[in-house]
């Protein structure tokens, strides 16, 4: 079985950042595909890393200065598109990866961009709704010069939301003396958002959970679940579930983990869950998340952080299916354990394609100025993502490598010949 070569034996060494892990792979996805070593030194990192430094004016009066970062990896398909992080662990090297998997995510899902990210290192927690106003304006400010409907359109990601795109949006619009919607995806309805935007995460990963269940001989009634992750994606992601029909067993938090194996009541505990996404504090006798990982079920979904499924941990997992629903929380050793056992693993650059997509739509929306339907989004979603997995799960059994693999060949395979065709290599 071809699979990507990660430190094996040394669990340790395993947990690699994320940056060189990718790097790992789009290697390994180049050389299948038949590209020498000049197209790895491209697509390596990204073209442009621009990092600036925003003063934001608080609320009692002091000043403070954030630094973000904008990162545009590869814009030979089309104008750059990815999300705005505001997190306390946003880095360079981070900021980065996330960027080259915007760009595999779009060349997956067949759009016409090219993946970038940006990043403000900053918690939005700690501070006020007039702050968090100040900080997007300024970030807009301070990266105007690179971004455009044509050029790099940022969306949410990590802590941003509506609210923020709307900021932004009303930023980059003054700025330019000109209404601009297309600037940035996940805008309110009103701003020209695209319906089904918010659910759109939770829908991806859903249609890619049903897809890898047919596969596997698995009917999703009755299946039971399990979720690693209570923020946007894993809630919406446990209701879709709930209403398929599915029996979801086991959620967690930052702080634990709940397990009934005969079905968790998911609209109490949707009801019950704060703004972050915390809902074990309510509840006594919690099970620790790493437990929860290797508990009896059909599907397991990690949607919290990276690394959770390693080395160390892989050949305790039950699960038939793991579909990763968060950004890398499968190390490269332990892909290669789980493929070996038979365990169909979904790649978080396929299963996480949702959200994009969708801003995809939106963009093209904003571009028409005639707005669809929740139906029609849901529908083209649908065709997208089947049509993706299909691809890359008959590449997988076609060349005898990992789902992982498969899916970076085919989302690099387009942005390499557009490189190519543009006589950048
Ligand atoms: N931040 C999301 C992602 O990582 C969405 C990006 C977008 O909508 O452009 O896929």
Redesign the pocket.
């Known amino acids: 079985m071809g699979t990507t070569n990660a430190n094996s034996a040394d669990g340790r060494k395993d947990k690699l950042n994320l940056l060189s892990s990718t790097q790992l792979v789009i290697n390994e996805a180049l050389k299948k595909l038949g590209y020498n070593q000049d197209m790895y030194e491209l697509l390596k990192e990204p073209l442009s890393m621009l990092t600036v430094r925003i003063p934001l004016r608080r609320d009692d009066g002091s000043t403070k200065i954030y630094t973000g970062f904008r990162a545009q990896h590869n814009g030979a398909v089309g104008p750059i598109?990815?999300?705005v992080?505001f997190h306390p662990d946003v880095n360079e090297d981070e900021v980065k990866a996330?960027s080259m998997?915007?760009s595999l995510?779009c060349g997956i899902a067949d759009l016409p961009f090219g993946g970038g990210?940006g990043g403000i290192i900053c918690d939005p927690r700690t501070m006020s709704m007039g702050e968090l106003e100040r900080l997007s304006r300024g970030y807009v400010r301070a990266i105007s010069q690179i971004v455009g409907p044509t050029k790099d359109?940022?969306?949410?990601?990590v802590f941003t939301n509506s609210q923020i795109m709307a900021w932004m949006m009303d930023e980059y619009s003054r700025l330019r003396a000109n209404d601009s919607p297309g600037f940035i995806?996940?805008k309110p309805l009103v701003l020209g958002g695209s319906e089904g935007r918010e659910m759109a995460?939770a829908q991806g990963v859903t249609i890619c959970i049903e897809e890898a269940a047919k596969r596997q001989g698995i009917s999703l009634k009755g299946a039971r679940i399990i979720i690693q992750g209570f923020g946007n994606a894993g809630s919406f992601l446990a209701k879709l579930m709930d209403d398929a029909g599915a029996k979801v067993i086991g959620i967690s938090d930052a702080y634990g983990a709940i397990y009934d194996p005969d079905g968790l009541n998911i609209n109490y505990l949707l009801d019950r869950r704060d703004s972050f996404g915390m809902v074990t504090p309510l509840f006594e006798g919690t099970i620790t998340n790493e437990e929860l990982l290797e508990l009896e079920c059909e599907v397991l979904v990690p949607a919290a952080v990276s690394n959770q499924i390693t080395a160390e941990n892989a050949q305790n997992i039950k699960a038939k299916i793991i579909v990763e629903a968060a950004?890398g929380p499968t190390t490269l050793e332990a892909t290669r354990i789980l493929t070996e056992r038979g365990i169909l693993l979904v790649p978080d650059v396929l299963a996480?394609?949702g959200?994009?997509t969708?801003?995809?739509f939106e963009w093209v929306q904003n571009r028409q100025g005639y707005y669809w339907s929740e139906e029609d989004v849901a529908a083209r979603l649908r065709e997208k993502l089947v049509a993706s997995f299909r691809q890359i799960y008959n590449l997988s059994k076609n060349r005898n490598v990992d789902m992982r693999l498969a899916a970076y060949m085919v989302g690099v395979r387009k942005m390499a010949e557009a490189s190519k065709f543009r006589g950048w290599i």
Not at 153 to 157: E, G, Q
């Open positions: 598109k990815g999300g992080r996330l998997w915007m995510k990210k359109i940022p969306a949410p990601d995806t996940g995460a950004n996480g394609t959200g994009v969708v801003s995809y």
